[in-house]
């Protein structure tokens, strides 16, 4: 389902009144009203009060640069920030600058918004932008502009406009960790560490590399719902008009760096060698890959996102959109997905882990798969329209199902016809699937004891699959390309 602000209102309203029934320490709450910044981070310190900041636009360099954060450590507050807006010019700070450590709050409101001192709202010359790291492209190390390690915390109709980050144009090609070509300064979104935390109403527009949500152990039980996630793409062909020396990829010819990991592998294989053949040969074997053309790049990480033991999380009426990963979800303990869409992004749009459940939501696979599947999870539930993906480039599939047992059913949305017919790919055994599109089926060699109804065609290269065709009405707006198309 679109992202819509107005239902998102209503469940933030809906989830304050049982945020507050269920913590009885909330009805009893001293008044406090702020109106500058230092009042505000005083204020959030404290316990059991309803802090409402006067409405009007703040910049964090009102603190001093010591304290240029707020530290929400009280508990059992409710921090009204509705009309507020605070700018944080980037070089400002270099760590985030909201942390809710306490539990039992309410955070509502505020538009947090990075901005550069040099007045750029939008970057488009990637080559200026970068050289001019000391200044623009400063990020926050590895930190969220928002990070919730508290537990039992409401964050409700808040919105985070993230800048600044090294390097920024490139999405991951020059690294995303520790093994990093050029130097790494990334810039989060929210990152949640608490348990029962829930996110509900926000927007995440995010203009730098980094996650927009994203949780980490010791996190549980998270909701995230109502929500808006917004990347930035980039056609790679671009990369390879930036040609000054001083540009990233004119400094990588044009290649994506091998990982530590292929050099040391190259090495050991070199010195296996006579000297002079082995240098050669281990500068060949860890060479890097020409940058691809005729893709799309994500300039930012994944739109929500759970890493290892970051516990249970559900994601709710939610729109991710130009992001690396969409709604990435496969290291989560367990993991449900309501009628959610994840759109444009350039690695996978959804992924699940095992036992995990999608159910009414919808997608497209324009840049990248529907569904990648990651890590071959198994016994997932998945209820997905497909969208019309017209624009598609790329050679990826349309999804690639690895994994064993699921149970999946793929219904077909209004639309122009796609030029090309990308094809839903079965790995794996023993999963029930139903094609409700015209778009092909292919079961491969390890596909086997699958049962699969498709009103597409199918071609099956598999063992023991039980294979059926159906009949769907056409629609007015969506006429079926005859099957031997792509």
């Given amino acids: 389902m679109p992202w819509r602000v107005g239902p998102g209102r209503r469940w933030s309203t809906i989830g304050c009144l049982f945020f507050a029934a269920a913590c009885p320490t909330l009805q009893a709450q001293t008044r406090v009203e702020v109106s500058t910044l230092p009042e505000l981070r005083a204020a959030v310190q404290e316990d059991n009060q309803t802090i409402v900041m006067r409405s009007g636009r703040y910049s964090l360099t009102d603190l001093p640069d ?3 954060d707020l530290p929400c450590s009280g508990s059992n507050n409710t921090i009204e920030l ?3 807006s605070v700018t944080t010019p980037v070089g400002a700070t270099r760590r985030g600058y909201i942390k809710i450590s306490g539990d039992n709050n309410v955070f509502r409101g505020g538009v947090f918004e990075d901005v550069y001192q040099n007045g750029l709202e939008e970057v488009t010359d990637f080559s200026a932008y970068n050289q001019d790291r000391s200044r623009l492209a400063k990020g926050l190390g590895g930190d969220a502009v928002l990070a919730i390690t508290g537990d039992n915390n409401l964050i409700a109709g808040t919105k985070l406009i993230v800048r600044g980050s090294f390097p920024y144009g490139y999405g ?3 690294g995303i960790g520790a ?3 050029f130097g790494l300064d990334k810039r989060c979104g929210i990152l949640v560490k608490g348990e029962s935390n829930i996110i509900d109403g926000c927007e995440v527009q995010q203009r730098a590399f980094g996650h927009g949500i994203y949780m980490q152990s010791p996190a ?3 909701v995230v719902r109502n929500t808006l996630v917004e990347g930035v793409l980039r056609p790679s062909n671009e990369l390879y008009l930036e040609t000054n020396p001083r540009d990233l990829p004119a400094r990588s010819n044009y290649e994506i760096p091998p990982s530590r990991a292929s050099r040391r592998r190259g090495r050991g294989r070199g010195r296996n060698r006579d000297e002079n053949r082995g240098r050669e040969a281990g500068r060949e074997e860890v060479a890097g890959t020409p940058i691809p053309r005729d893709t799309m790049i994500p300039l930012a990480e994944d739109g929500i996102r759970v890493y290892t033991r970051g516990g249970s999380v559900t994601v709710e009426n939610c729109t991710v959109k130009k992001m690396r990963g969409g709604i990435r979800l496969y290291m989560a303990s367990r993991a449900t997905v309501i009628n959610s869409t994840a759109i444009d992004c350039g690695d996978t ?3 699940l882990p095992s036992d995990g459940r999608i ?3 919808s997608g497209n696979f324009a840049y990248a798969p529907l569904s990648d599947f990651r890590l071959s999870r198994s016994r997932q539930k998945i209820e997905l329209t497909i969208l019309p993906s017209t624009q598609s480039i790329g050679t990826h599939n349309l999804a690639d199902i690895l994994g064993d047992e699921h149970n999946i059913i793929f219904h ?14 079965i790995h794996g055994s023993g999963s029930t699937i139903k094609n409700e599109t015209h778009y092909p089926m292919t079961l491969l060699p390890t596909a086997n004891r699958n049962t699969v109804e498709s009103c597409g065609p199918v071609t099956d290269l598999g063992s023991g699959n039980e294979v059926s065709r159906i009949e769907l009405p056409v629609s007015k707006t969506d006429t079926p390309s005859p099957p031997n198309q792509g």
């Fill in 66 to 68: 010591d304290a240029r």
């Fill in 82 to 84: 509705v009309g507020v």
């Fill in 179 to 181: 093994e990093n070509a």
């Fill in 412 to 425: 077909r949305a209004d639309g122009p016809p796609d030029a090309k017919l990308r094809a839903i790919v």
């Fill in 172 to 174: 991951s090609i020059y």
């Fill in 349 to 351: 749009n959804f992924n």
């Fill in 220 to 222: 549980d039980r998270t």
């Fill in 359 to 361: 159910v009414g939501s």
